[in-house]
């Protein structure tokens, strides 16, 4: 499957992050008072708008970047950037293709990469700014020092949002347990879930940008993002309202809304499944129990997909006796007792922390 332009400029952001050697390079450019033009890459498209110049194919480094750019002409790169291939090029992209750039290297820069569909770095001499070109993307790199406090902002967001997202996902477990969940309950547990997630993504773009700049964030970031995806996944196959409705369709959907459709619950309830026609958002649902039994400890999923498919609902994998979950391929005696064990920890602590 073709990689999106989001993933290829995670992966081109990752090569240009602070510490890596092209970007040690291009911070010696700018300290030179240079400018410079770097083609990410060598495909058959690059080759024709390769022009004079001289060719080449040494070991990439910092230094060598930065002595070659002492030249007006473009530097051409292997896709790993392990290599320079090329050096003191002139690059003749089709004049015809529409730009919005005003200085003659930008122009060339971002022609070249529409035109080839190859990863280009203009890095302006008077300006001192670094900019990358994909396919019809602009990407201007920032001060990692203005970085770090966007980052350190979204992530005091992020971690508001987690908190609601345990406030609502605790309180659907405690209904789930009493069976008394409502669409809206549900529906308010996926929207905070989607959310997080969201703000996750900004803060996974910074710590790419950031590069080894990063490191502390990402730590961060991990620890609150712990268990967020998988909540997500599991909402909607507790209560998507009939399971021929693909899983992937569901989450896709979820992932194309915009923000203000994501405020919308009616919306949501209808990436679920549900056609609500004047019905309330308060009638109620009952889980399947994917959510729930992957909270019992070392309870497989292929385990809790069995249960799920033998007894369709929360509930009744509750109420079910030893014998009967004994009965169920794959769980036996002493998982039996675990999962009843489980399920009925789960619901003490569920419940005391609802109306504690």
Do not use: C, W
Not at 84 to 104: F, K, Q, R
Not at 236 to 245: G, L
Not at 298 to 327: F, G, H, W
């Amino acid at each position: 499957m073709a990689a999106t332009l989001d993933e290829r400029l995670r992966g081109v952001l990752h090569k240009l992050a602070p510490g890596s050697a092209l970007r040690e390079g291009i911070d010696r450019v700018i300290k030179a008072g240079k400018g410079a033009i770097i083609v990410m890459g060598s495909s058959d498209d690059v080759k024709p708008l390769v022009s004079g110049g001289f060719k080449m194919e040494t070991k990439f480094t910092a230094q060598r970047l930065s002595e070659l750019a002492k030249m007006d002409g473009a530097i051409v790169v292997d896709d790993d950037v392990e290599y320079i291939l090329h050096a003191n090029v002139h690059l003749v992209p089709d004049p015809s293709i529409a730009t919005s750039e005003t200085g003659t290297r930008h122009r060339t820069a971002e022609r070249t990469a529409k035109q080839t569909g190859v990863p280009v770095v203009s890095v302006s001499e008077s300006m001192q700014i670094v900019s990358l070109y994909l396919d019809d993307h602009k990407h201007v790199f920032e001060e990692p020092s203005s970085l770090l406090f966007r980052g350190n902002q979204a992530l005091s967001t992020l971690e508001k949002y987690r908190v609601r997202l345990d406030e609502v996902s605790a309180s659907l477990s405690a209904l789930e347990i009493e069976n008394v969940v409502t669409l809206r309950d549900v529906l308010v547990v996926l929207q905070r879930a989607e959310m997080v997630r969201r703000i996750s993504d900004e803060i996974v773009a910074y710590v790419l940008e950031l590069g080894t700049d990063g490191r502390l964030l990402q730590l961060q970031h991990n620890e609150l993002m712990a268990r967020v995806d998988n909540e997500r996944e599991l909402v909607v196959r507790d209560y998507i309202i009939d399971r021929r409705h693909k899983l992937d369709k569901a989450l896709a959907g979820l992932d194309d809304l915009d923000a203000e459709e994501l405020l919308d619950l009616s919306i949501l309830a209808e990436l679920l499944g549900y056609d609500l026609n004047g019905e309330e958002m308060d009638r109620t649902v009952a889980p399947r129990g994917y959510r729930l039994l992957s909270r019992v400890p070392r309870l497989p999923e292929s385990i809790v997909n069995k249960l799920v498919e033998r007894y369709k609902s929360l509930q009744r994998v509750m109420e079910a006796s030893l014998e009967d979950l004994d009965e169920v391929e794959g769980v036996g005696a002493t998982r039996a007792r675990a999962i009843k064990d489980g399920l009925a920890r789960l619901a003490e602590s569920s419940i005391l922390e609802r109306y504690a």
